[in-house]
């Protein structure tokens, strides 16, 4: 196959998943309750005002480690900004070898042990890895179906991250919050 035709059907790639994208967004994301790898609970709900990128994943997936360093550069460079992933392994996964795994790579961000079930919560799409958007408000914003390159995070998560009306109507939430609690 010469290169014209692969980079025509990359490129044909790229529009399908972004229309499988665009048709799965803006719908209010699944309120789960999970338990990470250290025993730790937490809703997804607890990240409203944040952007949220829920990553699906597994340990025996080449291209899922291929892309977690990625994901833990973007936790570490934009975190101030607003952004949260959480990591939600695919079966068949132990909490234990979870928990070898994400040590050794030094994982900075929340990693659940999953289920079919909690996947088909979020989206329907078979492939791995996939990371589900959200944003500030809790709505799903897209799927991305394999490895998030930088210019889809360019176009799909920095928008979210960056934008101003959103992030300062959710931390005036959180500013009335924390005065009402006082």
């Known amino acids: 196959m010469n290169r014209s035709v692969k980079k025509a059907i990359q490129v044909g790639l790229l529009l399908l998943c972004s229309v499988s994208a665009r048709a799965q967004s803006n719908r209010p994301a699944p309120s789960v309750g999970l338990k990470d790898t250290k025993g730790h609970r937490f809703s997804l709900n607890e990240y409203r005002g944040k952007v949220v990128l829920v990553n699906f994943w597994a340990t025996w997936c080449p291209p899922c480690r291929k892309e977690i360093p990625d994901l833990i550069r973007m936790q570490r460079d934009y975190r101030t900004k607003g952004l949260r992933i959480i990591g939600i392994t695919y079966p068949p996964q132990t909490a234990a070898e979870v928990r070898r795994f994400a040590k050794r790579l030094r994982m900075n961000y929340p990693v659940v042990v999953g289920t079919k079930a909690i996947k088909?919560?979020?989206?329907?799409?078979?492939?791995?890895?996939?990371?589900?958007?959200?944003?500030?408000?809790?709505?799903?914003?897209?799927?991305?179906?394999?490895?998030?390159?930088?210019?889809?995070?360019?176009?799909?998560?920095?928008?979210?991250?960056?934008?101003?009306?959103?992030?300062?109507?959710?931390?005036?939430?959180?500013?009335?919050?924390?005065?009402?609690?006082?």
């Open 120 to 182: 088909s919560r979020f989206t329907s799409s078979e492939t791995l890895p996939v990371t589900v958007v959200i944003d500030r408000e809790g709505r799903m914003r897209g799927v991305v179906e394999g490895i998030m390159y930088p210019d889809e995070f360019d176009q799909t998560v920095k928008p979210l991250l960056f934008d101003v009306t959103s992030r300062q109507k959710s931390e005036g939430t959180t500013q009335r919050s924390r005065r009402a609690g006082e």
